[in-house]
């Protein structure tokens, strides 16, 4: 079976620093990665995506995520955290068997001035 | 807009009512989700239906009724609910599985059980 870990239920940074998002996967086959945000009240947003191709990956609003198999792991991070950028922060993974998406528990980033 | 429109955005309903949530896309996708999402809780994965069957259903109670009339609108109906359904309710959609370009998920409803 699938499964996507966020260890971290909440993670604060002060406006400014680098921020770091963790998420590790388990799926069969090559895997399909995500990262989506929601903001109060509104569904989840694209963020970015990893199929294949560069392990690093560039997504909206200034994230990226770095895939990395030996570790199964794919944590999302800004050089820069802004105060907008507070919100709730899901992991999604897909294996090439042809499964659904599988959502992590999310991960609240709280960035203060 | 993200492309997944769900009505109403708010609702609020007494125990024994019956209302319905609806949720449209015109992205020609083929697959179609109802997520339940509770505070502090992770995303709940209700019901899937794709090329409008039914392909899951995670033991979802029968106060819960969903419908697929068409790859465009799904709804989700309601009846006799209990205080704790309350949640926000989101639909999402996705071509395929969903590997190559993920879900494409609707605002959501807030929904209050009163």
């Known amino acids: 079976a699938q499964s996507v870990a966020q260890p971290e239920d909440q993670v604060n940074v002060a406006e400014g620093n680098p921020l770091t998002v963790k998420c590790t996967y388990s799926v069969s086959g090559n895997p399909y990665l995500f990262w989506y945000v929601q903001y109060p009240n509104r569904g989840l947003q694209f963020l970015l995506k990893?199929?294949?191709?560069?392990?690093l990956v560039k997504g909206s609003y200034g994230f990226e995520a770095e895939f990395n198999k030996s570790q199964t792991s794919f944590h999302l991070k800004k050089p820069s955290a802004l105060v907008s950028d507070s919100a709730l922060y899901f992991c999604?993974?897909?294996?090439?068997?042809?499964?659904?998406?599988?959502f992590g528990g999310g991960t609240r980033l709280m960035v203060k001035p | 807009e993200t492309g997944v429109t769900q009505t109403p955005r708010h609702l609020v309903m007494g125990m024994t009512n019956k209302k319905s949530l609806k949720c449209e896309q015109h992205l020609g996708h083929n697959a179609m989700y109802w997520y339940k999402q509770s505070a502090k809780k992770p995303l709940e994965l209700m019901f899937v239906?794709?090329?409008?069957?039914?392909?899951e259903n995670n033991s979802v109670p029968s106060r819960f009724s969903p419908e697929c009339p068409n790859s465009s609108h799904l709804f989700l109906h309601l009846h006799t609910l209990q205080p704790e359904d309350s949640a926000l309710y989101l639909c999402?959609?996705?071509?395929?599985?969903?590997?190559?370009?993920?879900?494409?998920f609707g605002s959501g409803t807030r929904l209050t059980v009163v």
């Open positions: 999604a993974a897909t294996g090439n068997a042809g499964n659904m998406l599988t």
């Open positions: 990893y199929i294949t191709g560069d392990n």
């Open positions: 239906y794709s090329l409008e069957e039914r392909v």
């Open positions: 999402a959609s996705s071509q395929g599985q969903g590997h190559n370009y993920g879900y494409t």
